[in-house]
């Protein structure tokens, strides 16, 4: 059943990977949704929930049960660490949880981190 939701989420984020016309945020966060939450009533589950996630160390909230790999990674989450670890997780935190195959265009990657940062004060 995970393996199938991990590649739902990989197929449904292939599919949105060219655009025209400008990014709608919440657009680009629909494949995430399915393992992540975000907003006010967010928490982990199948994987953690996203609130405040820049200036958060990696592995570090209580609702989720991360691997040792993000527990040991000492990334603290920004603008770059988050861009280097949605293109490629694997290389970024070798041994991570999230079987993702990355963002690639560069305008969703840009539109997804700013959907994210406008839930920086979210609990």
Same mark, same amino acid.
């Given at each position: ?40 009533? #967010?928490?982990?589950?199948? #994987? ?35 861009? #280097? ?39």
């Amino acid at each position: 059943m995970r393996r199938s939701i991990v590649l739902a989420c990989m197929l449904a984020l292939a599919g949105c990977s060219r655009h025209e016309g400008p990014v709608d945020r919440a657009i680009v966060f629909k494949p995430c949704a399915s393992c992540h939450q975000i907003g006010p009533s #967010a928490r982990g589950g199948f #994987a953690p929930q996203l609130n405040g996630l820049f200036g958060r160390r990696a592995g570090t909230t209580a609702d989720f049960a991360y691997s040792d790999a993000m527990k040991a990674s000492g990334i603290v989450w920004d603008e770059r660490t988050l861009s #280097a670890f949605l293109r490629d997780p694997d290389k970024t935190v070798p041994g991570t949880k999230m079987r993702f195959w990355g963002i690639h265009d560069d305008r969703d990657l840009a539109a997804l981190l700013a959907y994210l940062r406008s839930f920086q004060g979210a609990h």
